[in-house]
């Protein structure tokens, strides 16, 4: 986009985000929810626009998401009698079956060729993040399904955005491709297992339907991906271009009928599920950094494992709270912990761009 344009949207933004601000002031309610969606979409476009701030594109949309489903929950909830809670799980596959097609079968093989880090990497993401998880849980006093939430996010696979924050940081991406993938084959086991014995103290967790749900709704759709990455190889840069972009409306869509489903209890624990969320995201990201330190891996690899263990696969947590859990309230927990780990990861993967590794 042009400067003109550019400048153009931070001026729609400021003046929509100052509406709000007057309403919100002046107590004019009718005003509030226009204003407010319209400000955080335009602040996205305007991010989109910027190389340094495209990272924060997507974050601002979610909340833009987020913000129309708490004023406009009628949006979120039904269309012509069709209860649009239903279409959680199979937007989750189609979120999946795009991580799927940005992969190939030599990322799952990449293991064998660091198999140290990718050993200590799995290690530390399946057990730091389930056990803050439970601390943290523990520690604020949730209802017995939030706190099994805020435990299932940190029981979950990584996810593909922690392989561009790798790239933004100028760690291993090799790394960070193929611990994703691993963690991912690995997720059937370990994120049922960490539930059972972490959430299974807050509520009944059954291991097997867990299980088969994730294999459903993740290993399935990724292996459909994989099979797609092949046979349109030759359209591998239609794939990058569009899965992205199809993915990450779901994923806005999905965050609004959640805050939709949960209103009251998200009204309620807002502000102590955000300190929680962002309290597990660092922790994962300072204690993933150090222990890999401590193990004397290299300084890109410390920082991959860093985004890998900090980062989790937030639309699988939210698949899982919503399918094999089926509790609105425990999805909480997973959607507010994706919005954070986005604005998180990228101001850390920006600070770290800024000091490449030492050679």
Not at 93 to 105: N, P, Y
Not at 146 to 154: E, M, P, Q, S, T
Not at 311 to 336: E, F, I, K, R
Not at 340 to 356: C, D, H, K, Q, Y
Request: aromatic letters at 10%; proline letters at 4%; one cysteine or more.
């Amino acid at each position: 986009m042009d400067p003109g344009g550019s400048r153009t949207l931070l001026l729609l933004t400021v003046v929509a985000l100052a509406v709000f601000a007057v309403a919100w002031a002046g107590g004019f309610e009718q005003a509030l929810g226009p204003a407010l969606v319209a400000g955080l979409a335009l602040l996205a476009t305007y991010c989109q626009t910027h190389s340094k701030l495209r990272v924060f594109t997507f974050t601002f949309f979610v909340f833009a998401s987020v913000a129309a489903a708490m004023f406009y929950p009628w949006m979120f909830d039904t269309w012509g009698g069709f209860d649009l809670g239903q279409l959680i799980v199979p937007l989750i596959q189609l979120i999946m079956f795009g991580m799927g097609a940005s992969l190939s079968l030599s990322d799952f093989l990449g293991a064998l060729k660091m198999p140290k880090a990718v050993g200590i990497g799995m290690f530390l993401q399946f057990t730091v993040m389930p056990v803050l998880g439970w601390a943290i849980a523990m520690a604020f006093g949730f209802e017995p399904e939030v706190a099994a939430g805020i435990i299932l996010i940190g029981s979950c696979s990584g996810g593909v955005a922690s392989n561009v924050m790798a790239y933004l940081a100028h760690a291993n991406v090799a790394l960070s491709v193929t611990m994703t993938a691993c963690s991912t084959l690995m997720a059937p086991i370990m994120t049922p297992l960490a539930m059972k014995l972490l959430a299974g103290t807050f509520i009944e967790i059954d291991f097997f339907d867990m299980m088969i749900s994730i294999v459903e709704m993740v290993i399935i759709p990724i292996g459909a991906g994989l099979i797609a990455n092949k046979l349109l190889a030759g359209r591998r840069q239609l794939l990058d271009k569009v899965l992205p972009v199809v993915s990450m409306a779901a994923i806005c869509f999905i965050l609004g009928i959640i805050a939709e489903g949960s209103r009251d209890d998200l009204l309620a624990v807002g502000l102590l599920l955000l300190g929680a969320s962002l309290i597990h995201n660092l922790m994962g990201y300072w204690l993933g950094y150090v222990l890999a330190g401590l193990l004397r891996l290299p300084e890109t690899d410390r920082r991959t494992v860093a985004f890998e263990v900090g980062m989790q696969n937030g639309g699988m947590g939210v698949g899982l709270a919503t399918g094999a859990l089926d509790s609105a309230q425990a999805a909480l927990g997973p959607a507010v912990f994706g919005t954070w780990m986005n604005i998180t990861g990228s101001t850390l993967a920006s600070w770290w761009r800024e000091r490449p590794p030492k050679s």
